[in-house]
């Protein structure tokens, strides 16, 4: 079975862009969840998604938005990209719901804002 | 929120030495997981351990959830141990993880 995929790898951006990241879980997973890494603040939790609704949210400014779509693929957008907001962002996919099963992650995103 | 402490913050080893990795939880453990981040960045699953003991080879897990804290032990270890190891657990619908230790196996 095909692990968590993430697309695109590696990205550029400069200030004030907006950029939109994809990922698509393991096959029959329906929750997926988006982390951001930085060095200075760890793994922090952005937001999940279920069934094409926005089951919960992390501690992040209203740019940061995501959506799901019926066959369970994410994609998050972030706008007005801001030097803060380069990362590792990495996506997860678990069965049904994050509070209760194992979480499996993708290779992430690693965004660089110039 | 529940606060995740990791200990130790970094370890260095010689190749074929033990070591043992602790998480500490402010609050009641739930689905804890074990988790090697690679150079590369991706998260690789070491254990979903909501309690017990599991073993997987040189790896093994347990988490007392009674008292909060969990421990990763590596035995006989080898250069491709190295790299970040966090532990997370669930809390009001989100993972949130430790620190993490960072681990560094020497030839």
């Known amino acids: 079975k095909a692990g968590v995929t993430q697309t695109p790898r590696y990205l550029i951006k400069t200030r004030g862009q907006q950029v939109t990241l994809s990922c698509s879980p393991i096959?029959?997973?329906?929750?997926v969840s988006w982390y951001q890494q930085t060095p200075g603040q760890g793994l922090q939790f952005l937001f999940e998604?279920?069934?094409?609704?926005?089951?919960n949210k992390g501690n992040f400014p209203g740019r940061f938005s995501g959506r799901q779509f019926s066959n369970s693929r994410s994609e998050m957008n972030v706008s007005t990209l801001e030097l803060g907001d380069s990362a590792l962002y990495l996506c997860?996919?678990?069965?049904?719901?994050?509070?209760?099963?194992?979480?499996?992650f993708g290779p992430g995103t690693r965004l660089t804002v110039l | 929120g529940i606060q995740v402490e990791q200990s130790p913050p970094d370890l260095i080893l010689q190749e074929g030495a033990n070591s043992t990795l602790r998480c500490n939880f402010s609050?009641?453990?739930?689905?804890l997981q074990w988790f090697h981040q690679n150079p590369w960045g991706q998260l690789i699953n070491l254990f979903y351990?909501?309690?017990g003991t599991k073993q997987n080879g040189r790896l093994s897990a347990t988490t007392v959830a009674t008292e909060r804290y969990s421990l990763l032990y590596i035995s006989s270890s080898q250069t491709t141990d190295s790299g970040v190891y966090f532990c997370?657990?669930?809390?009001?619908?989100?993972?949130?993880f430790g620190q993490g230790t960072e681990l560094s196996v020497k030839p």
């Open positions: 997860a996919s678990s069965l049904e719901r994050l509070a209760g099963d194992e979480q499996f």
């Open positions: 096959s029959g997973h329906r929750s």
């Open positions: 998604y279920f069934s094409e609704t926005q089951r």
């Open positions: 609050d009641s453990v739930n689905n």
């Open positions: 351990i909501p309690s």
């Open positions: 997370a657990s669930t809390q009001g619908g989100k993972l949130i």
